[in-house]
C-alpha cells in the first residue's frame, strides 16, 4: 500500500483510457503522454496498459507502506526517495517506509510513476483512468491509499537505465493532419495556420490547450459532431484549442486539424508561454 | 439509402462519414441504418461507430484497414441497401418536476414568452422528442423536437454549477444535465432519473434513434421516485414504437 502524505498540483492514476465509451459521451481520458508512460511501464517489464500516476509540474508526497520497485519517466520533477534524488527511466527499488517526494520542476510538464504490476485501483468501464463523475474521484487525495501487488525487489539485469533519444521535450513542431472542415481555410488562412508559431496559453489542462495567437476565419460553426483527443478547434473569434485525452466527445466548431499520435505527446509536456507549430503530414 | 455522402479521413485511424448539414430524423435513420449494415459485415479492425446529427464516426486500426479500401468497402455497402427497414425504437417516459424550487428559470421564461407557466409546461411535455445522440457529458441525450415557441438563445453568462437532472432549454435544443455541470441553458425542472450509470453494462439506457416523453410529476411523486431511483428499484415506462 502506498499512501498520499501530500498532494502536489493535479496527479492522478491513468492509464490507457476507455475505449468504446464514446459513444456515451464519456471521454477517453488516459495518459497524457503515452511515450513517456509506456517507457516507464516497459522498464518495469508491465503491460503498456497498466495504471501509472500521472504528475503534473509540483509532484505530491508519497510513502510506500512495502516494498516495491518503481520508475519514473517524462518531464524531470527532481524526485527522491528520502531526500536522495533518484534516476529517471530507471528501476529503483523503494523499501517499506520510504518517502518520494518531487521537487523543482527541471524540463516538461508531466511525469509518470510506474510501480511493479501496475497500481491496482478502481476498473471502471474497463479503465482504472480517473475522470469525474465516473471513478470516485478526479484526482489523488490526501490521505488517499493505493493498492499495488507483491513483487520480488531484486534488480535484474533486466532492469537497465536508459537515456531516451527522444526528441519529446524539444520539439515544437506538432505532425497533424488535415481535420475536416481543413477545406473551408483559404490560401490566406492555411498560411497562416501552417507558417506561423502559436504560443501556449494559460488556459491549459487534460482536457485541451487553448492557443493564444489568433487565426482570422470566415468559417461558420458546425452541426454538433464528433471530436477526438487531438482534434484542433476553431472558436469564432480565431482561437485555437487543442483537445487532449479528457475532451468531451463532440463539439460544434470547425475541426481544423487533427494531431498525430506523436504530436499529443509532446504537447501534453509543454507548458505557459511555450510555443508549437503545426506540421502537415500526408 | 440515398443521401450524398462525404468520407473524409479524420486523423490516421478514423473515417467521418458526412451527410448533408441539416438535422432530420431522415438522416438519423439513414445514419442508423448505415451502421448497422455495417456491422453486419463484421469488417476486421473496426472498433467504434459514433452517431451525431448529419455524420457517423468510424474509429479503427490503421494496422488492419487502408482508409482507400475501407471507403470502396463502405460505398458499395451504402449503394446496396436501398431500402430503409422499419425498425423498433424505445420510447421513454421521463418523469420532470416543473416546479419553481427546481426550475429556477421556468417563471422568468415564460414571462419572456408572454405565456402561462402552465402553457410552457405544455408547450414542453407534448413533443415526443428524438434522441440524436449522446455527447457533452457523459450521458447528455440530444433531442430534437423543440417547439418553436420555447427556442431561447442561452443565458449570456452561464452558471457555474447546475445540478444533475436540472431540465432545461438552450437555443434551439432542450435537455437534460446528467452530472452537475456549468452551464448556459434556461432550467425549467428536474427529473429523479439517472441518465448515466457507469457501473451498468449499457450505461445510458436511451440510444440514438430512440423516443423521448416528458411528463410532469409533482414534487411528491419526485421524492418518491428519487428514492426508489436511489434504492435501483425504478422502472421507467417505456414502449416500443416502429417508426
Not at chain 1, 497500481?119 to 489523488?140: C, D, H, K, P
Not at chain 2, 448556459?184 to 416523453?213: E, M, R, V, Y
Request: glycine share 8%; proline share 5%; hydrophobic share 40%.
Amino acid at each position: 500500500m502506498l499512501k498520499v502524505l501530500r498532494l502536489g498540483l493535479y496527479s492522478s492514476i491513468q492509464d490507457l483510457g476507455r475505449k468504446g465509451c464514446q459513444q456515451y459521451g464519456v471521454p477517453v481520458s488516459g495518459v497524457m503522454d503515452r511515450q513517456s508512460a509506456a517507457l516507464a511501464n516497459a522498464l518495469l517489464g508491465n503491460d503498456e496498459n497498466d495504471a501509472v500516476i500521472e504528475v503534473t509540474m509540483m509532484g505530491p508526497k508519497l510513502q510506500f507502506f512495502k516494498s516495491t520497485i518503481i520508475c519514473i519517466s517524462g518531464a524531470d520533477l527532481s524526485p527522491e526517495i528520502d531526500g536522495k534524488s533518484i534516476n529517471l527511466n530507471a528501476a529503483v527499488v523503494v523499501n517499506e517506509g520510504d518517502v518520494l517526494s518531487f521537487g523543482r520542476l527541471q524540463y516538461g510538464m508531466r511525469c509518470y510513476l510506474a510501480i511493479q504490476h501496475g497500481f491496482q485501483s478502481e476498473i471502471v468501464m474497463g479503465s482504472r483512468s480517473m475522470y469525474q463523475g465516473i471513478t470516485a474521484s478526479q484526482v489523488l487525495a490526501q490521505g488517499q491509499e493505493l493498492h499495488y501487488k507483491d513483487s520480488e525487489v531484486n534488480l535484474t539485469a533486466k532492469h537497465v537505465v536508459v537515456n531516451p533519444v527522444s526528441n519529446l521535450f524539444k520539439e515544437k513542431q506538432l505532425k497533424v493532419y488535415k481535420g475536416p472542415e481543413f477545406d473551408g481555410l483559404n490560401n490566406v488562412q492555411i498560411k497562416g495556420l501552417l507558417d506561423c508559431d502559436f504560443t501556449i496559453s494559460k488556459d491549459h489542462s487534460r482536457m485541451g490547450y487553448r492557443l493564444q495567437e489568433p487565426l482570422c476565419h470566415n468559417l461558420n460553426a458546425i452541426i454538433t459532431s464528433a471530436v477526438m483527443p487531438g482534434t484542433v478547434q476553431l472558436t469564432p473569434s480565431g482561437q485555437l484549442i487543442v483537445l487532449m485525452r479528457d475532451a468531451q466527445t463532440t463539439g460544434g466548431y470547425p475541426r481544423v486539424l487533427q494531431l498525430s499520435a506523436e504530436a499529443i505527446n509532446v504537447l501534453s509536456q509543454k507548458n505557459t508561454g511555450q510555443s508549437v507549430s503545426f506540421k502537415l503530414v500526408q | 439509402m440515398s443521401f450524398q455522402l462525404t468520407y473524409k479521413p479524420f486523423g490516421p485511424n478514423a473515417i467521418l462519414i458526412a451527410w448533408p448539414q441539416v438535422i432530420t430524423v431522415e438522416i438519423l435513420k439513414d445514419i442508423k441504418g448505415f451502421q448497422s449494415n455495417i456491422e453486419q459485415e463484421h469488417i476486421d479492425g473496426i472498433s467504434e461507430f459514433r452517431v451525431a446529427y448529419n455524420s457517423l464516426l468510424i474509429t479503427f486500426s490503421n494496422q488492419h484497414i487502408h482508409f482507400e479500401v475501407l471507403v470502396l468497402r463502405l460505398k458499395a455497402i451504402y449503394e446496396q441497401d436501398a431500402s430503409s427497414k422499419p425498425h423498433p425504437v424505445t420510447k421513454w417516459e421521463i418523469p420532470v418536476c416543473y416546479n419553481s424550487t427546481f426550475g429556477i428559470d421556468l417563471e422568468a421564461l415564460a414571462h419572456t414568452k408572454q405565456l402561462s407557466v402552465a402553457e410552457l409546461i405544455q408547450r414542453h411535455t407534448a413533443p415526443v422528442y428524438t434522441v440524436y445522440f449522446i455527447g457533452f457529458l457523459p450521458g447528455f441525450l440530444y433531442l430534437g423536437g423543440l417547439d418553436e415557441v420555447l427556442h431561447t438563445p442561452r443565458k449570456a453568462t452561464p452558471r457555474l454549477q447546475i445540478e444533475a437532472g436540472a431540465v432545461a432549454i438552450g437555443g434551439n435544443q432542450t435537455g437534460i444535465y446528467p452530472s452537475e455541470s456549468p452551464g448556459g441553458w434556461h432550467i425549467i425542472g428536474k427529473s429523479p432519473i439517472s441518465f448515466f450509470n457507469a457501473s451498468h453494462n449499457l450505461p445510458c439506457f436511451a440510444q440514438p434513434g430512440d423516443q423521448i416523453q416528458f411528463k410532469p410529476i409533482s414534487e411528491k411523486e419526485f421524492n418518491s421516485i428519487q428514492k426508489l431511483v436511489q434504492a435501483g428499484r425504478y422502472n421507467l415506462n417505456k414502449t416500443e414504437v416502429v417508426c
